[in-house]
């Protein structure tokens, strides 16, 4: 497995401001991924970002909105960009990892909206 | 129809009952089959990978599949307030190295275990 982490883990941000979600992991990794979990559902992707190329984007989620950074192999960014009460959720990063390409999760940013 | 049906609970058990969650799927190229464990507040973490159909085991924790009914199970056996938790099904067709293997997910079912 690996060591990850994210930050902030927990904001309370105005509507229309933007935020920056950070994730850091402690060892090198190709593909990195953005999750969202809105309360009490299950995990739904938003992007994959791969070292070095643009992130790839999930149907309903566009970069304007969601723009991510993949400086290099250990650390990805997740900006929410001009945001609504609708955006309030955990947002998640997890990495690929093992031999069987394992997905495994950071502990998550709890976003709230007002 | 959801790819990945999963009962959302709550269930509730006493401690030490055997405790089974399940999902089904309706996608059979799935392939490979995760179980995650999330504690209130907390990122899911990874409790059991498999990728053929039959059991796998490890500790208390039993992963069944079964891909020609396209069900999977997870038992716990001797269950534990500390088991009390949501339990989340993933699953994924292709195993692609370094490719961004998609993961579906189920809704989740959340345990609770009554001391």
């Known amino acids: 497995s690996a060591v990850i982490s994210q930050k902030p883990s927990r904001d309370i941000c105005q509507r229309g401001t933007s935020l920056t979600i950070q994730c850091q992991v402690d060892s090198q990794v190709t593909m990195m991924f953005w999750y969202r979990q809105q309360p009490g559902q299950s995990l739904t992707l938003i992007a994959t970002?791969?070292?070095?190329?643009?992130?790839?984007?999930e149907s309903g989620f566009v970069i304007d909105k969601f723009p991510i950074s993949r400086p290099n192999l250990t650390f990805s960014t997740l900006t929410v960009s001009n945001m609504s009460p609708e955006d309030s959720s955990i947002y998640l990063c997890?990495?690929?990892?093992?031999?069987?390409?394992?997905?495994?999760f950071g502990p998550g940013t709890r976003l709230t909206v007002l | 129809q959801k790819e990945v049906e999963q009962d959302p609970g709550p269930l509730s058990v006493p401690e030490g009952a055997i405790v089974s969650l399940n999902c089904t799927y309706s996608?059979?190229?799935?392939?490979?089959f995760m179980w995650y464990r999330q504690y209130s507040r907390k990122g899911p973490e990874l409790l059991m990978y498999?990728?053929?159909?039959g059991n796998k085991e490890d500790g208390r924790f039993t992963a069944q599949v079964d891909k020609s009914s396209k069900y999977i199970s997870l038992f716990i056996r001797d269950s534990q307030p500390s088991d009390s938790a949501t339990y989340l099904c993933a699953m994924s067709a292709v195993v692609v190295s370094n490719a961004g293997n998609m993961l579906t997910f189920g809704g989740g079912t959340r345990l609770m275990v009554k001391p």
């Open positions: 997890s990495v690929e990892l093992g031999p069987y390409n394992e997905q495994f």
């Open positions: 996608n059979s190229a799935f392939q490979y």
């Open positions: 498999t990728y053929s159909s």
């Open positions: 970002a791969n070292q070095g190329s643009e992130a790839t984007y």
